[in-house]
């Protein structure tokens, strides 16, 4: 693996962790709590007994269901800005957008459609 790459592995990594530990939290209110709310809300049992095998799923089992969908930012920087996580097989345009800071911390996480 090249630096990138394990720098990106490692971001991942990250994010993941820190979208876990601001499920369910106050200032978290409209980024993971929602986009976990929401989806349990709008997708049918169906989906989720495919995931799941839970026609009404614990909140928290969907953020071990995430994948990442993309990672961008700043192209001559050793590390990438924003890693963008959903839920697998295209059922949805929502993504939880993490957000990483100049030295490579989280500096935020959003839900973005």
């Known amino acids: 693996m090249n630096p990138n790459m394990d720098e990106i592995e490692r971001r991942k990594t990250v994010a993941l962790s820190a ?3 601001a499920f369910d939290t106050e ?3 409209f980024g993971v709590t929602l986009f976990v709310s929401h989806h ?4 049918g049992a169906s989906y989720w007994q495919k995931h799941l095998k839970a026609d009404d799923p614990d ?3 969907v953020l071990d269901m995430l994948v990442l969908q993309s990672h961008w ?3 001559d920087e050793d590390g990438v800005d924003t890693f963008d996580f959903t ?3 295209e ?3 929502y993504v939880i957008s993490v957000h990483f800071d100049e ?5 935020d996480i959003s839900m973005e459609s």
Request: hydrophobic share 25%; aromatic share 0%; glycine share 12%.
């Open 59 to 61: 909140p928290r089992h």
């Open 19 to 21: 979208i876990r530990r």
């Open 40 to 43: 349990l809300r709008e997708i």
């Open 27 to 29: 200032p978290d209110e």
């Open 91 to 93: 059922i949805t345009d």
């Open 103 to 107: 030295a490579g911390n989280v500096d």
């Open 73 to 75: 930012g700043e192209e």
């Open 87 to 89: 839920l697998p097989g």
